[in-house]
């Protein structure tokens, strides 16, 4: 098949969540047999630069390169309009005119969209079967923002909220089929009613890239990976620093605390000043940080989807105690590979469980990583995507009076 893959972050290098999901979707597609298009978006140069490594997984690739002040005030403009600000953030007069050549070029057999935020270059496209990807459901995490700010940011993310439900709910209308990262996501996606065919498959994990290390854990180190310019991981250490810390030391006064991701804002970085808390900002690899701790918190209050960290430290061995909502968008089960908690003595009785019974650490790094192994391969949720793709395009086909295969 010929595909055109429209998403919102160039997919490469697969380094942060919004490139991972992406880059694994087209490597399977090409490596299956089909010639795959991405059109998509870089922020710099640079990063157009970087983003040919995607050269040998791609037929061809098509970048539009946009600047941040251009992309906010893309944003303000719509702030009096419906149509949320996070598609004026995620458009491109440049990438526009790239996909609309793209379209004429060639005859599609699929059109697939990671993220609803880009699926306005293609919503118009009707003779060609498409898939929305809409991975996470962004109206709820603006929604949930706004729970979190001050007035009158609050009143603007609701705002924004707002818009992208609407949204999300035409977009879904204008596609044959839309997915979700997780059960939970496609539940929310469901609950929208709007007749359309849904599905969902999982995030996986490179479980060979991620894997357990040689070297011993420090039984006085726990660590947090993320990156610190994204405010669901900010305000969460924010929190676990100011609520849970103080009751760790209290009880085991060498623990210490890694704080691990790129771009810390001069708030997080403030946390290094307290005993025990290091903030390294963007490190080469992430892995022996992981890999030399006790065990990963994620005490996360805004998480949608799944959480990538929750995933890698798990194929790495190395047990999380984590929130109940970000536990929800990995399929493991609490107590059994992972633990959950969500009060400050909660987590803290279950961060200390772990670092003062051996034995039970031991239990949980084992049971995680095979749990990854079995749930979370990249293998197993390309077979449920070969499946949807297999189920739109077929529909398409029948809906439009096409034999399968043939050319709309």
């Known amino acids: 098949m010929n595909i055109l893959y429209v998403c919102h972050r160039f997919p490469f290098p697969p380094k942060r969540g919004g490139k991972i999901r992406p880059f694994n979707m087209i490597r399977h597609l090409t490596a299956a047999g089909h010639q795959v298009t991405v059109c998509s978006l870089a922020r710099s140069q640079s990063e157009a630069d970087e983003g040919q490594g995607i050269a040998p997984h791609v037929a061809a690739r098509e970048i539009g390169i946009v600047n941040e002040p251009l992309q906010f005030a893309r944003m303000i403009v719509r702030l009096p309009l419906l149509t949320p600000s996070s598609m004026g953030y995620f458009y491109s007069t440049d990438l526009a005119r790239k996909v609309r050549s793209q379209l004429a070029a060639k005859k599609w057999d699929l059109i697939f969209v990671h993220c609803s935020s880009v699926a306005q270059y293609v919503e118009h496209v009707t003779d060609v079967p498409k898939i929305l990807d809409f991975g996470d459901m962004d109206s709820q995490k603006w929604l949930e923002y706004a729970n979190y700010k001050p007035w009158p940011l609050s009143w603007g993310y609701t705002l924004e909220g707002t818009k992208m439900l609407w949204a999300e709910k035409r977009l879904a209308r204008k596609f044959d089929l839309c997915t979700a990262t997780t059960r939970a996501e496609w539940e929310t996606l469901e609950g929208y009613g709007t007749g359309a065919a849904t599905d969902w498959f999982p995030n996986g994990v490179d479980a060979g890239f991620f894997s357990p290390g040689d070297a011993p854990y420090d039984a006085d180190t726990i660590s947090f990976i993320g990156r610190m310019d994204y405010y669901p991981n900010q305000e969460c250490m924010s929190r676990f620093c100011r609520e849970t810390w103080p009751l760790l030391r209290e009880r085991r006064p060498a623990i210490k605390l890694l704080i ?100 039970e650490r031991q239990r949980l790094a084992e049971a995680g990583r095979q749990r990854m192994l079995s749930h979370h391969a990249w293998a197993h949720s390309m077979k449920r995507l070969d499946a949807i793709i297999a189920r739109c395009t077929e529909a398409f086909a029948k809906n439009h009076g096409l034999k399968h295969g043939q050319p709309a």
Not at 305 to 324: C, F, H, Y
């Open 260 to 359: 691990v991701g790129a771009d810390p804002s001069p708030e997080m970085r403030a946390l290094g000043d307290l005993p025990g808390v290091t903030v390294t900002g963007s490190v080469p690899d992430v892995r022996p940080f992981i890999r030399g701790s006790a065990l990963m918190v994620a005490p996360l209050a805004i998480a949608r989807g799944t959480q990538n960290k929750i995933l890698e430290a798990m194929a790495m061995g190395v047990p999380v105690v984590t929130s109940r909502i970000a536990a929800g968008g990995v399929d493991a089960v609490a107590g059994e590979h992972l633990l959950v908690a969500d009060t400050p003595a909660e987590n803290a009785e279950a961060i200390l469980r772990l670092l003062e019974q051996p034995a």
